[in-house]
């Protein structure tokens, strides 16, 4: 069964760092193309970035409002990826969830909150 | 870049046919998907690949594709199916999301 377990948020300040993880069973993270999107309280969903599969030489894609402050990497030994921010901002604040389409089929996990806030 | 355009309501009398459809360009070559977001809750897949239901999703929920528009379809919608839906495509390799549709079950 295919799951993606993710965790890491929490309450962070401003100009601060965080490391998001998405864990995955069922499948190997290599072999698939695997994305984060973020949710803002009250907002629709928001696609962050995404990590290609190693046949797609392990690319990583970001979304322009993010360009630069975000960083994806994985971790095969661990089937995780990793969602990194720098330079945390209020609008960061939302909902992150990592998605992956296996076997034709789509795959969320059930996110982690992040708040930045003084 | 690619859009997709979603309204942000619907309403629908319990037992009877709720459809909410999506537009976008990018909807003429890739699959559309739509997911269902209860409040609190972490979205769920209804409908993959326009028309499939993944196991667990009841029968009442069927998705259909035509040209640059697809379409969501609760049959009998129930109580239970309040929620946000959320349609999205994946384009150029990145996810693209509509706006969301608030659906009201009264």
């Known amino acids: 069964e295919v799951q993606l377990v993710e965790s890491g948020g929490g309450l962070v300040k401003p100009g601060g760092s965080l490391r998001l993880s998405c864990e995955a069973s069922?499948?190997?993270?290599?072999?698939?193309?695997m994305h984060w999107v973020r949710q803002a309280p009250g907002k629709g969903l928001e696609w962050v970035g995404r990590?290609?599969?190693?046949?797609?030489?392990?690319?990583?894609d970001y979304a322009a409002a993010v360009k630069g402050r975000f960083s994806i990497s994985r971790d095969d030994s661990k089937n995780t990826v990793y969602l990194q921010i720098n330079g945390l901002k209020a609008e960061d604040t939302a909902v992150y969830y990592c998605?992956?389409?296996?076997?034709?089929?789509?795959?969320w996990g059930q996110g982690t909150p992040l708040t930045v806030s003084a | 870049s690619y859009e997709l355009t979603q309204p942000s309501s619907e309403s629908v009398s319990p037992g009877q046919t709720a459809r909410i459809t999506c537009s976008g360009d990018?909807?003429?070559?890739?699959?559309g998907r739509w997911l269902r977001q209860k409040p609190g809750q972490a979205p769920v897949l209804v409908i993959f690949?326009?028309?499939e239901r993944p196991s667990g999703i009841p029968e009442r929920f069927s998705g259909s594709s035509s040209g640059t528009t697809v379409t969501l379809t609760i049959s009998g919608a129930q109580f239970e199916d309040e929620a946000d839906y959320y349609c999205?495509?994946?384009?150029?390799?990145?996810?693209?999301f509509g706006g969301g549709t608030k659906l009201t079950v009264l």
């Open positions: 998605t992956t389409m296996w076997t034709g089929l789509d795959y």
């Open positions: 069922g499948f190997t993270i290599s072999n698939a193309w």
């Open positions: 990590f290609d599969s190693e046949t797609r030489d392990g690319t990583t």
């Open positions: 990018v909807l003429a070559k890739k699959y």
């Open positions: 690949k326009d028309t």
């Open positions: 999205y495509s994946a384009a150029d390799d990145n996810l693209i």
